[in-house]
């Protein structure tokens, strides 16, 4: 499964309204061109542009009874996918 879910922000909605663009969650390991193939299959649309960006996890500390416990959130990477003229995904209109 390359693309695991939408993300659906105020900014994700802003940029979609402005450039007919769409910001989705993806697989760590997926280039633009498996997203890009993935998005058309899914959704029946033509991708003109993908744009892709790696969010690195953050440091965690907890504090516990047996002591102080290090560990990091998981890395993240998101697609912004860019439609070409007169596409649309239906399920950022319903949100």
Known sequence: MI???P???ERT???KEATNSFVFEVH???NKREIKLA???LFNVRVK???TAVLRGKPKKTLMKGGRFLGKRPDRKRAIVKL???QNIEIFDQV
Do not use: S, Y
Request: net charge negative; aromatic share 0%.
């Open 3 to 5: 693309i695991l879910k």
């Open 39 to 41: 998005v058309e299959k």
């Open 84 to 86: 070409a003229e007169g």
């Open 7 to 9: 993300v659906i922000t």
């Open 13 to 15: 909605n802003a940029l």
């Open 28 to 30: 760590p390991g997926a």
């Open 49 to 51: 542009d993908v744009h």
